[in-house]
Antibody
Framework: EVQLVESGGGLVQPGGSLRLSCAASGFPFIHYWMYWVRQAPGKGLVWVAHINNDGTTTNYADSVQGRFTFSMDNAKNTVFLQMNSLSADDTAVYYC???????????WGQGTMVTVSS | EVVLTQSPDTLSLSPGARANLSCRASQPIDTTPLAWLQQKSGQAPRLLIYGASRRANGIPDRFSGSGSGTDFILTISRLEPEDFAVYYCQYHSTSPVFGGGTKVEIK
C-alpha cells in the first residue's frame, strides 16, 4: 500500500525547534518530488517547502526560508523537515505529500500537529 | 505569482443536487498543473482531479473538471452524503499554490 506517515509534531515554546519526519511505503522517493504543506487551525492549505526527486534541490516559502530545512534519506524512504526559530504563526497541522502527475499532490500523510506556545 | 480565487466560499446544496465550484487564476495558466483536492473534516486532503480534467485513481465519475485559461470548474454531478467537504484547487508553477477553498455543506 502506498502511504505516508508523519511524526514529530508537538508543543514547543516560541524560538524552539522541532524535526518532523515523513516515512513512505509502497513507492521509492527517488521517482517523486516531495512536499510539506501546512494548515493553520480553521484555515486553508499553504505550501511550505518541496524537494526534488534526487534531493539536490529544495524550495521554501518566504515565510520559512532560512528557518526550515527539508532533507531526505533515500535509504530509509523518509523525508524530514527541521524547523527552527518557531513562532506562533507556525502553529498548524503539517502534511507531507507526494508530487504525482504534473505535480498534483496525489498522496498525503495523515498530518502532524505543531503547536508553538509558551 | 499566480493567485487562485475560489468561489463561492460556501455552497449550500441538497443531496442529489449538482455542484459547480469555480477556481479563477490571476493570469492565464497551463491546464496540466491544475488539480482539485477534497478535504473532509479532520482528514488529510485527497486528490480528485489532475491535469484540470483527469480523475485520480478511484475517484467516482460524478466528479469532473473542466476549464482553461483563467477559469476552471469542478463539477459534482449528483451530490452524495460523503461529498460534503471543502474543495481546493491547486496549481504548480515553480511551487504549489492553493485556492482558498469552497465548503460544500448540506442545505
Amino acid at each position: 500500500e502506498v502511504q505516508l506517515v508523519e511524526s514529530g509534531g508537538g508543543l514547543v515554546q516560541p524560538g524552539g525547534s522541532l524535526r518532523l519526519s515523513c516515512a513512505a511505503s509502497g513507492f521509492p522517493f527517488i521517482h517523486y518530488w516531495m512536499y510539506w504543506v501546512r494548515q493553520a487551525p480553521g484555515k486553508g492549505l499553504v505550501w511550505v517547502a518541496h524537494i526534488n526527486n534526487d534531493g539536490t534541490t529544495t524550495n521554501y516559502a518566504d515565510s520559512v526560508q532560512g528557518r526550515f530545512t527539508f532533507s531526505m534519506d533515500n535509504a530509509k524512504n523518509t523525508v524530514f523537515l527541521q524547523m527552527n526559530s518557531l513562532s506562533a504563526d507556525d502553529t498548524a497541522v503539517y502534511y507531507c505529500a507526494r508530487g504525482g502527475h504534473n505535480h498534483a499532490l496525489d498522496i498525503w500523510g495523515q498530518g502532524t500537529m505543531v503547536t508553538v506556545s509558551s | 505569482e499566480v493567485v487562485l480565487t475560489q468561489s463561492p466560499d460556501t455552497l449550500s446544496l441538497s443531496p442529489g443536487a449538482r455542484a459547480n465550484l469555480s477556481c479563477r487564476a490571476s493570469q492565464p495558466i497551463d491546464t496540466t498543473p491544475l488539480a482539485w483536492l477534497q478535504q473532509k473534516s479532520g482528514q488529510a486532503p485527497r486528490l480528485l482531479i489532475y491535469g484540470a480534467s483527469r480523475r485520480a485513481n478511484g475517484i467516482p465519475d460524478r466528479f469532473s473538471g473542466s476549464g482553461s485559461g483563467t477559469d476552471f470548474i469542478l463539477t459534482i454531478s449528483r451530490l452524495e452524503p460523503e461529498d460534503f467537504a471543502v474543495y481546493y484547487c491547486q496549481y504548480h508553477s515553480t511551487s504549489p499554490v492553493f485556492g482558498g477553498g469552497t465548503k460544500v455543506e448540506i442545505k
